[in-house]
DNA sequence: GTCTATAAACTGATAGAC
DNA sequence: GTCTATCAGTTTATAGAC
């Protein structure tokens, strides 16, 4: 049988880590307090540990809902996909470049607040980025050994790729000059186009 | 006449910024704090406030100290380049490339600090981060005007550009498998095949 | 210019009533 | 689950002796 009281603590906790991405993204996890945190939720700062274990392990379940969606939803998108490489590869950039726009703060946090984890914690979050980062390394290499791409190194191509395509976090703001349609267009020409064989 | 006492005082803020660098790349702005600071320097709490205002404004001399020696040398490096548009525009990626291997520091700093910085303070540096992607833009329509080059959207391929050869610094570790010669190369190529018109 | 000492405010986290 | 109250430690910054 379903719970009937105690649903108020759920929407709390969603209120709570919605808050805190706002929070991190806006002024970074080390300059985030907790009484910050929880004004932004309306509740009083004990009450919060009600829902996180500390302020560290707030950040790391952040960190870790993150990089499994997108995980997830990547593998989606190449599933998708039709069979041929370019198609996949085309699928992967698209879906990168979305997510990015549509989850900005998610990503940034996830990529520069790295160094505030416990080194434990910021290894089992590194494991998974280098997991994401082999999923491209994976289809660059598929597609030099079929021919159809060429690049002097394999490596240093995916990582500027990578670079490139979470770029536009940085700057794109939604109703700007560009749809985000144009805008993941435009990326996956400019990705594709230094790496086809011609 | 030259002083002789005091020449102490220099020696020490230049330690005190290059501490400054390390820790704030290390462990983000916020989470630096002054004793770590005086520890790294060799000195006391209290003594850093004979070469640093605040803390802030530690953070924006280093800030602008680092763009103004990034617009004298990319001009410098520019000025340097043969006259047709397309060694300009190597020079600038080159020098963009090398200037971020050897500068990791200061540039992750400028990138990512940004938001610790006081509203008038995050003015200024924008304002030059700003005069600096210009650079690289009115490059792009030289190219495109003179039909060198051709690109959809020149704003956004100049920030794919520069986010991709801003990369480098997340991965590159001296002493690695690729020298820096050899990486500045990789990317001339990797910026340049995307929007050569052929 | 550096030191010691300390002010004044802020921080993450806990205890116990309701 | 939320509240009030508070602990214990840390933070930036200042004052005054040497």
Same mark, same amino acid.
């Given at each position: 049988?379903?719970?009937? +009281?105690?649903?108020?603590? @759920? ?11 706002? &929070?991190? /993204?806006?002024? =970074?996890?080390? #300059? ?12 009083? !700062? =004990?009450? *919060? ?9 707030? &950040? ?8 499994? +969606?997108?995980?997830? %939803?990547?593998?989606?998108? *190449?599933?998708?996909?039709? $069979? ?11 879906? /990168? ?12 946090? #996830?990529?520069? @607040? *790295?160094?505030? *984890?416990? !080194? !434990? ?5 590194? #494991?998974?980025?280098?997991?994401? @980062? ?6 660059? %290499? %598929? ?6 791409? #060429? ?14 395509? +979470? =770029?536009?976090? +940085?700057?794109?703001? $939604? ?24």
């Amino acid at each position: 049988m379903a719970r009937i +009281t105690g649903s108020n603590g @759920e929407r709390t906790a969603a209120a709570i880590r919605r808050a805190a991405l706002r &929070l991190i /993204h806006r002024h =970074g996890f080390a #300059a985030m307090n907790l009484r910050e945190l929880a004004a932004g939720v309306g509740i009083q !700062p =004990g009450s *919060l540990y009600n829902h996180i274990t500390t302020k560290q392990g707030l &950040l790391f379940d952040l960190m870790q809902e993150h990089m499994t +969606t997108l995980l997830a %939803e990547t593998d989606a998108a *190449l599933a998708a996909a039709g $069979p041929a490489l370019i198609d996949r590869l085309r699928g992967f950039i698209a879906h /990168h470049v979305l997510y990015h726009l549509e989850r900005k703060q998610e990503v940034y946090i #996830a990529n520069f @607040e *790295l160094r505030a *984890l416990d !080194p !434990p914690n910021a290894a089992c979050i590194l #494991a998974m980025r280098r997991a994401y @980062e082999d999923r491209l390394i994976a289809l660059l %290499e %598929e597609g030099v050994a079929e021919g159809t791409l #060429a690049m002097s190194d394999v490596r240093v191509t995916a990582y500027a790729m990578l670079a490139m395509l +979470t =770029g536009v976090c +940085t700057w794109y703001r $939604p109703g700007g000059r560009l749809g985000r349609a144009e805008i993941v267009a435009l990326h996956v020409d400019l990705a594709l186009d230094g790496i086809r064989r011609r």
